[in-house]
């Protein structure tokens, strides 16, 4: 009779120790599932002050470089396509985040188009309004780089956590993914070729 109340009593703790884990590990991971998605929000907030910076950026240049006509619609049309371009945190997948970078990009090459025009402006270039925008644009692009490190750093302990043993067990029965990582475009590591 002592040996059933030992055998219930280890079962009744495997059991209560099983749960108690499947709770934690769940938890866990819907923790750090929501800290992928907030972070994920944080960069799309950034990438939006850029995009809220380029109006009143193009405004001042019109005022200066009226026939730079085709650049500033460039840039306008950039910052369409870029602010048109939003994901599903549900459904942050490289395919996904690929298509994003590469409408923020194509905002980034118009950005540097526009910058080249500046540069045959001097009266532009001194004036006030102008260098405000242009040290804020350059502030957010900053702080870009910066909500994209802390996006990988975020999706990487959000997989490192789901990946070990035994919460891949519960990953898998819960339906929790790994989350894809925002990389640097194709070609990003290699110097752009200047010529003169």
Do not use: C
């Not at 919460?167 to 990582?181: C, I, P, Q, S, T």
Request: hydrophobic share 40%.
């Amino acid at each position: 009779m002592k040996k059933s109340w030992i055998i219930i009593g280890v079962v009744g703790l495997l059991i209560v120790w099983l749960i108690s884990s499947s709770v934690g590990s769940y938890n866990g991971m819907v923790t750090r599932d929501e800290g992928v998605t907030g972070q994920w929000a944080q960069v799309e907030n950034v990438y939006q002050r850029r995009a809220d910076l380029i109006p009143n950026l193009v405004n001042t240049v019109k005022g200066y470089a009226a026939h730079e006509k085709e650049t500033l619609e460039g840039v306008i049309a950039a910052r369409a396509k870029a602010t048109q371009t939003t994901i599903d945190p549900s459904k942050l997948n490289a395919e996904s985040i690929k298509q994003f970078a590469a409408a923020q990009d194509g905002l980034s090459s118009a950005l540097s188009k526009l910058m080249v025009v500046v540069e045959r402006y001097p009266d532009l270039k001194a004036n006030q309004n102008f260098l405000e925008l242009q040290a804020q644009l350059e502030g957010t692009e900053n702080r870009i780089a910066v909500e994209r490190k802390k996006f990988n750093d975020t999706a990487k302990d959000y997989n490192t956590f789901i990946r070990k043993f035994p919460k891949n067990l519960f990953a898998g029965m819960f339906g929790f993914e790994k989350r894809d990582y925002f990389e640097s475009q194709e070609g990003s590591d290699k110097a752009p070729e200047v010529k003169f």
